[in-house]
């Protein structure tokens, strides 16, 4: 069994991942969880787990990353989710191009320079209404799992315009187009819609390079992925594990001391 070099730590939102690596920068175990409200004992019994599942090399070292990196006690270093996402999708798809990182609470783009470094990005962490926790809290209020929604809006129908610009009020909204006899799918095509005019304005403001990548939770959902590239009229390139981008890239930084 290759031994684990580094190990990277997401202390998102929403929930917490970790990634270990071997010395060649291999992944040898993940791991994802919903983000507990503490987070230093949580992030300290992953940790305890990929230790004792797997052979870990001397002097193997641990980034934290994410939203709750500082409460990462066991960490020997915290770099900002920018940079560990960067890094992480860099090493996935071993290019240089824009990256759309949607989390449960913030959102982000980042345009990624050749060495795998941002070059640039802009962020968006006060107001729900562009990140996951717009999606869930709205699939929430038509009884939908987060995990169902991507299938039924990237599904051909009818679209409701949502308006709001604001997670309550487009929750209001929902309610009087339910009365109204609105068909759910075309609901949920509207809310994909109005997340999505967010982050394509965000994209044009980093004056974005292509390609296109995605990364974070939201990256999973394929309505997101179709009306980005449609909007942009390109090709959406996503990792195969696109929750786990930041963690990875944190392992892979850790590799690096
Ligand atoms: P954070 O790093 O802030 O904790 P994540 O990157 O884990 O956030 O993303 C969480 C978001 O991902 C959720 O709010 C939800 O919208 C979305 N999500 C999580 N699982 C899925 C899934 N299986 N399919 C589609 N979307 C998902």
Redesign the pocket.
Known sequence: MTAIAGIGI?A??????AVAVDPSGAVVATALEQ?LPRIADQTAAMLDGLRSAHDVAPGARCVAT??GRRLVECADRRVTEITCHARGVFDDLGRAGTLV??????SKVIRIGPDGRPADFVMNDKCAAG???F??YTAGRLGLD??D??GRVAAPGSEEQITSTCTVFAESEIISLLARGAEVDAILKGLHRSLTVRLVAMVRTVGWEPPLMMS???A??AGVRAMIGEALDTEVIVPEHP?LT?AHGAALLALEG
């Open positions: 997401d998102g939102s929403t929930t917490c991942k983000a994410g939203y990182d949607i989390g449960g609470q913030d990140t996951g926790r999606l869930e987060v995990a929604l991507g974070g939770g939201v999973r959902n929750q930041g």
